[in-house]
């Protein structure tokens, strides 16, 4: 495959626009010409009409926006005899373009670039020391089929299919045991066309768990920038037992009701991770932070730890903005979550989990949430009931402890918090402080608890629970709660 795209290939970086123009035209004076005419023709047709502006300006969007090279290499999907019509399956031009640049690790590593187009795939795999670019208006399709879905073992840490037991659909884009993976672009996007898979899920016509559409497991050094992900038959992006992984100025979409399960991004037993600057909007919750599955997930036991996710803007009608758990038996510790806006959803941010889990979720920070127009903001849930079988030890009790709430803040609220702990996991060390949420309605019962213990810094509104210790501004003590087990949760508003 080298031969193909050697011998001066790799100077196609040089701006898009004269790859359109003939021959004949080779002289500078003659091109910049020809240039000036057509820009006088688009500004003039721009004005003319909307249609002509839109020509106009994809015109000129595509001739100023030359893709960067970011490694010493770099291919084009054409090269390798791609086709961008969005009907030509390009599995084996992806999969010749990763082994060509598979060979290029020491000097480096390689780019593949996605000119734009169509680019109708079914899976295939990354390699490390790989840049994967998406022009503008590039836009890679999964297949709908699931013929062409390759089935892999379940995830050690999960025993099972998360839907079916046994095996499991593989990722649209997959990576295992890579190093330094790059996905980026001009806002180029990942499409898995989920629309089938879950009409498919919904009629019951599935006999395995539907496949992610990025999944990199047991990796490290990953990097996923500036390019949109949309539609995933499943968890959109799922880093898996990864370590050094940056997620920044991701927009990630899918229908907001009847996209089952369509998760953003699911950190799941990953350490050193930063999301920042992302736009998120799907079908399940935007963020949902794992480590493992009862017995499967304790047994794995790798935590997911020192995660940052800051400067988001989420929505969640069927769950949650961001959540930890409700998987989480490998442990959750060290997690910031800061500026955050959650509009128009069900719930902003979550805790779940249930007996069975084991494991932990401490030392958790959220500092300066927003919620506009949420049903419920701050729920932490400990009976969410969803086992992989019945193999798990009912007495593996989750430690939830450390967690503190800094600005909170919001609009058109209906239950402000509700932390409802159990005798069995109690919440431990809850804080609260500097919060002003504003209500859809003035009742009584809308901070609501059950078993958990913690305190309040200073004056919040809503009035908190009784559950909760009362400290002045300055941190003194002014109320001692002897009440932390009682019980004041009404999940009916
Ligand atoms: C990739 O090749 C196609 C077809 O040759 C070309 O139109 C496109 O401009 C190339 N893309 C880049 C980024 O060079
Ligand atoms: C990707 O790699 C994994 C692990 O080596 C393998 O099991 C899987 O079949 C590969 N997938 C494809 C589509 O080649
Ligand atoms: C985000 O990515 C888009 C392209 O996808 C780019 O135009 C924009 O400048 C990026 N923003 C930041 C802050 O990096
Ligand atoms: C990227 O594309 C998505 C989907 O078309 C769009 O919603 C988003 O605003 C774009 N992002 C940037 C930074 O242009
Ligand atoms: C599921 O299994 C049934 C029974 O074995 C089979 O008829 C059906 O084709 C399978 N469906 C898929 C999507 O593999
Ligand atoms: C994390 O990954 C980035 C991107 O590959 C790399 O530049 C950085 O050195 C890595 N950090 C550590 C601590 O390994
Ligand atoms: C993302 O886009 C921004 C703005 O164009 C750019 O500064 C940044 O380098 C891009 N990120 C990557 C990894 O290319
Ligand atoms: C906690 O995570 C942050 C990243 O969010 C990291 O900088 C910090 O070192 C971690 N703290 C500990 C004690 O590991
Ligand atoms: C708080 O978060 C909002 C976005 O939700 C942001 O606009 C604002 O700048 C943040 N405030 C601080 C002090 O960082
Ligand atoms: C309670 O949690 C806070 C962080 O929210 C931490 O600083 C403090 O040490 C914890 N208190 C105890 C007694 O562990
Ligand atoms: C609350 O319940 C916990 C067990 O969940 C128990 O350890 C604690 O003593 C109880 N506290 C009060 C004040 O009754």
Same mark, same amino acid.
């Given at each position: ?353 249930? =007996?069975? +889990? ?5 030392? $958790?920070?959220? %500092? @300066?949430? &927003? /919620?506009?127009?949420?049903? *419920? !903001? ?37 239950? =402000?918090? +509700? ?5 069995? $996991?109690?919440? %431990? @060390?809850? &804080? /609260?402080?500097?919060?002003? *949420? !504003? ?53 009916? /508003?």
């Amino acid at each position: 495959m080298v031969e193909t795209v050697s011998s001066g290939r790799f100077q196609y970086q040089r701006p898009d626009f004269k790859r359109w123009v003939p021959a004949f035209l080779s002289s500078h004076k003659t091109f910049f010409t020809v240039l000036w005419i057509a820009a006088f023709a688009s500004v003039f047709l721009w004005q003319r009409s909307s249609i002509g502006g839109g020509f106009a300006l994809a015109f000129w969007r595509t001739s100023y926006r030359p893709v960067p090279r970011l490694r010493p290499v770099a291919f084009n999907l054409t090269d390798f005899g791609g086709v961008g019509d969005g009907v030509t399956v390009n599995t084996a031009a992806f999969e010749r373009a990763v082994s060509a640049i598979s060979k290029l690790g020491k000097r480096g590593g390689g780019q593949l670039n996605v000119p734009p187009g169509k680019w109708l795939t079914a899976p295939f795999n990354l390699t490390s020391h790989m840049t994967l670019f998406l022009a503008e208006d590039a836009v890679i399709l999964g297949i709908e089929n699931e013929k062409y879905w390759p089935l892999m073992p379940p995830l050690p840490s999960y025993g099972y299919g998360r839907e079916h037991p046994g095996p499991r659909y593989g990722s649209l884009i997959h990576g295992q045991n890579l190093r330094d993976v790059v996905i980026t672009g001009h806002n180029g996007t990942i499409d898995g066309q989920g629309q089938t898979w879950w009409k498919k899920y919904r009629q019951k016509l599935l006999n395995h768990t539907r496949g992610p559409l990025v999944q990199i497991m047991w990796s490290s050094d990953i990097v996923i920038t500036n390019i949109t992900l949309r539609d995933s038959p499943f968890w959109t992006l799922h880093p898996y037992d990864c370590k050094n992984v940056t997620i920044r100025n991701v927009t990630i979409l899918a229908p907001i009701f009847e996209a089952p399960n369509t998760d953003g991004i699911d950190p799941d037993s990953c350490e050193d991770m930063v999301i920042e600057d992302c736009y998120i909007s799907v079908g399940d919750d935007a963020i949902a932070i794992k480590s493992g599955w009862d017995q499967y997930g304790i047994a794995y036991g790798r935590p997911t730890k020192n995660i940052l996710i800051r400067n988001l803007v989420v929505r969640s009608m069927v769950s949650a903005g961001v959540s930890i758990g409700s998987e989480m038996s490998g442990g959750v510790s060290n997690v910031t979550v800061e500026n955050l806006l959650v509009w128009s959803s069900r719930r902003a941010v979550r805790i779940k989990t249930a =007996p069975g +889990r084991g494991g932990y979720v401490r030392n $958790i920070v959220y %500092r @300066n949430l &927003t /919620f506009d127009n949420v049903r *419920v !903001g701050i729920v932490i849930k400990t009976d969410y009931n969803e086992h992989p079988d019945d193999g798990y030890d009912r007495t593996a009790f989750p430690i939830l402890k450390d967690i503190s709430f800094t600005g909170v803040y919001g609009q058109g609220v209906r239950v =402000p918090v +509700r932390i409802h702990g159990s005798e069995e $996991i109690p919440i %431990r @060390n809850v &804080t /609260f402080r500097d919060m002003s *949420v !504003g209500l859809t309605y003035k009742k009584k019962h809308i901070f609501q608890c059950a078993f958990v213990e913690g305190r309040v810094i200073g004056t919040i509104f809503p009035a908190p629970c009784e559950n909760l210790d009362r400290y002045d501004e300055q941190g003194r003590l002014i109320k001692h709660s002897v009440s932390q087990n009682l019980t004041d949760i009404d999940y009916d /508003f």
